[in-house]
């Protein structure tokens, strides 16, 4: 096994491994654990109280972050030529019906996000077995699929994310970078714990985050006090 490095291990030795911690306290604690020299993602993991087997009780939508992720986001549009010049104007790098299907089909696939018209969504069974692997296929609890084209396609430039729990009931998410400002972390991180609280099953009993956890990439994790986030 192999063992962390100093900069890891210098980073741990910031935080308290027995205290759950309040936002502001890991809002400015999450500075000082970056290990990177890059500019590091500022990454949420919730482990929450469902059971992921049972259908009424999967987790899946979308929010828009006040200040985004940090990431520029590369988003195509499925659409017919009547609203290509809209897509584009909006920050589409490609917008688009069969040819673009076509170019996808063919192996092209460099993009982040992808948005489509209700009209379009027969047309893209041709690569929904391509899209749906990547994890890129438009879906409408994603807020990806939507006649306003142009509104959906700034939303996901401006910062707006999909969540999901994985087979283990935990959601794991880019809030943020470490560049970003206290205040800035700080919203992102309660808009997007609010709105997993607000989209809470009406099965689960008790409890519905066991925990939360702050990290930077590769870094160590912070461990949010639960209760500060539940009115």
Not at 5 to 30: F, N, Q
Not at 151 to 157: A, H, L, N, S, T
Request: proline share 4%.
């Amino acid at each position: 096994m192999s063992k962390h490095g100093k900069k890891y291990r210098a980073a741990l030795e910031k935080i308290d491994p027995k205290k759950t911690y309040s936002l502001d306290e890991s809002a400015k604690l999450i500075k000082g654990t970056t290990i990177t020299k890059f500019d590091a993602g500022v990454e949420l993991h919730l482990n929450l109280n469902i059971d992921p087997a049972k259908a009424d009780q999967i987790i899946r939508n979308s929010l828009v972050l006040p200040h985004g992720t940090g990431n520029e986001v590369r988003v195509v549009a499925f659409v017919d030529d009547t609203q290509k010049k809209v897509a584009l104007d909006a920050g589409a790098i490609k917008a688009g019906d069969a040819e673009l299907i076509e170019e996808i089909n063919k192996g092209w696939l460099d993009f982040d996000v992808a948005v489509a018209h209700p009209d379009m969504m027969k047309k893209l069974g041709k690569i929904a077995r391509i899209l749906g692997q990547k994890g890129l296929m438009p879906n409408p609890k994603a807020g990806t699929i939507s006649p306003e084209i142009e509104k959906i396609i700034k939303e996901v430039k401006r910062g707006k994310i999909e969540f999901r729990n994985d087979k283990q009931g935990n959601l794991h998410n880019l809030v943020g970078k470490v560049s970003f400002g206290e205040d800035q972390l700080k919203e992102n991180i309660q808009t997007y714990i609010n709105t997993i609280v607000n989209n809470r099953p009406s099965g689960v009993k008790g409890a519905f985050i066991k925990s939360i956890t702050l990290t930077t990439t590769m870094g160590p994790g912070i461990h949010l006090e639960v209760s500060q986030f539940i009115k």
